[in-house]
């Protein structure tokens, strides 16, 4: 991790040396290593942030557990970006309860968006007696403040309402990959699209500082690592507030002048932030693979000024033509969500022809799930959730359609892949293509896992292409 060019706040991650020790010195006491076992709801950002809390737990003294049963300290990091999400959250936790009554020592923390909501909060303290700390996204630092409260005073902590909004560097970070690295550039959102819970548990929009970032990615590409993620709510508006003089176009010039054999993939951006200048930039720059991830939400402008997404539908389409015509081989993929409040049929068939006239590799699609305190949780929603479902089933159908064509076009062609993992039980090698597809392939090439190799495509899937390498 990068710590020669530390923000602000180091001064904060200073401050938790003390309780580092603090915690060694209790865990060094108990007859067996302990153990951490700490699991990912949600998003990049957050298996991110799970990284940071794997890091700090090693930091501590913990060992990591191969299965929940094993644990002695627990950390599920939530998501609360949909209702399904919370409740997956909770039911997990309520399946916690027994490992308690066996290991007295347990700790178990509820970390990340859902608790940074103060209603489930209220839940835990009252349904989940047995949770022994909950902590907000901004907390991620004061992991060892935390612990060391809860080992030696035995009492339960809420780390909720002290919202702190900077950004801390130092944290220790336990990597899952070996090949692939995310790497935060940004944190927090400032867009308040209405259906949107991002702005209120993570906070107003702010970016790291440029060599922060430079630093980090340079000690990744030294130690090995192939594939660079650039994570953020909404990574093309990095350093909108003139915090570090540098947009995300410069960035990411200046990530790629950095030497090294390794890629970068961005994400989440933004329709309206996509420059022209950052157009030319991945255009440029072979490092840039060829994928652009663009959720549009929705095909009508009429929907799309309620979600407040600040884009029309000729506007999105005018930046996917530019995507197109300078990257011809650009593979987008898009998040669209059906049954908005008062999207009528209309409405929706403006989505499918979207759909259809932008022919993406890959559609995410959700059905709206209400979020309490956002403004479009108080609109009036009228239709069905029959309804909801049978849009749903379209969009999904007409996604099939093209990504069976898209597909179909790739057999008998040789496409460039990084193999990410060893053969499955069918002798079958998985990897990624430049735009992300997923491809399964056979070889017989010795060691290829964190290389590249060109795999001729033969078959395909839904959601993925088949080949060998030549
Ligand atoms: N910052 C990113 C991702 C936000 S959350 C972005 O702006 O694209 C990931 C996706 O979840 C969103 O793109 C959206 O499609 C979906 N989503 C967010 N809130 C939702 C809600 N209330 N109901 C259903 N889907 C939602
Ligand atoms: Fe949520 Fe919109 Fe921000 Fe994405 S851009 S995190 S959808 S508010």
Redesign the pocket.
Known sequence: MANSNLSENTADIKNQEKYTSRVRTILEKMPFAPKYYIATFG?QQNEADSERLSGTAQSLGYVKAENLEDADLIIFNTCA???HAELRALSKTGQLKHLKEKNKNLLIGLWGCMVSQEKRVEDIKHKYPYVDFVAGTNMLHRLPEILCDCLENDRRRYYVDELDYSIVEGVPVEREDKIKAYVSIMYG?D?F?T????PYVRGRERSRKKEDILNEVRSLVSDGYKEITLL???VNSYGKKGEENCDFATLVEEICKIDGDFTLRF????PKDVSDRLIEVIKNNPKVERHF?L?V?SGSTRILKEMNRKYSREGYLETVKKLKSAIPDIVLTT???VG?PGETNEDFEETLSLVKEVGYDSV????????PG?P??KMEDDTGDGEKTERMSKLLSLHRENITAINKSYVGKTVRVLCEKGADEKGFFTGRTSGFKLVKFQSQKGDIIGKYVDVKIDSFGESLLRGKTE
């Open positions: 998003c970006v949909r209702e959102c867009n699209c259906y949107c819970v991002v953020g709510q909404n994400m989440t951006s933004h991830h959720p939400q998040d669209i969500i908005f995410f699609s959700f059905i709206y799930s209400p979020r956002t479009a949780s």
